[in-house]
């Protein structure tokens, strides 16, 4: 009569030992997934955060580069009024090249502004990009600790199986 209680009692003792087990890989996973999810979603706000500023910076490339193309033209409509206001001909060749130049100088400077400004919004972007994939990868990871979880829970089950088993059948007998 005793053998019956004590196989029942290591019977209990297993499935409790199992609930146990997959109650305790049932919260480490969700630990695991709490854990990637608040990773992922840190990623990707910084990598809205960095494109942003990459059209922050392109926009303002763009104001700066007007800025200056507006000085210089401003400047030249100067150099014209004085000569006009000089009394020289503003189509005489030293005058019409001083005014041509200020505004070809405009023109390279308004675009190494911008392309300043491009550098900077490529460097963001580059971030992005690299904020993405960390995004993938910690995704990535949940996946394959989910799978590690699984198979630990699986094999851990399968390890006291057989112990119960072997306690029950010693040496080829039931008792």
Known sequence: MCLPAAAVMQGIGLA???LNTVNNAR???????????????AALVNMKNARNSAYNEIQQGIEE??????EKIQKSKY????????????????????INDVLDLSEVNSKEIQKKYNLRADDYFRRANSYLNEANRIKTEEKQKTKQNLYSIALNGLGQTTSVAQRWYKNGSPF
């Open 16 to 18: 409790v030992n199992t």
């Open 27 to 41: 919260n480490e996973q969700n630990q695991i997934s709490a854990n990637a999810r608040y990773q992922t979603q």
């Open 65 to 70: 580069s007007r800025k200056e193309k507006i």
């Open 79 to 98: 150099l014209t009024a004085s000569a006009a206001a000089g009394g020289f001909s503003l189509n005489s060749g030293t005058n019409q090249n001083i």
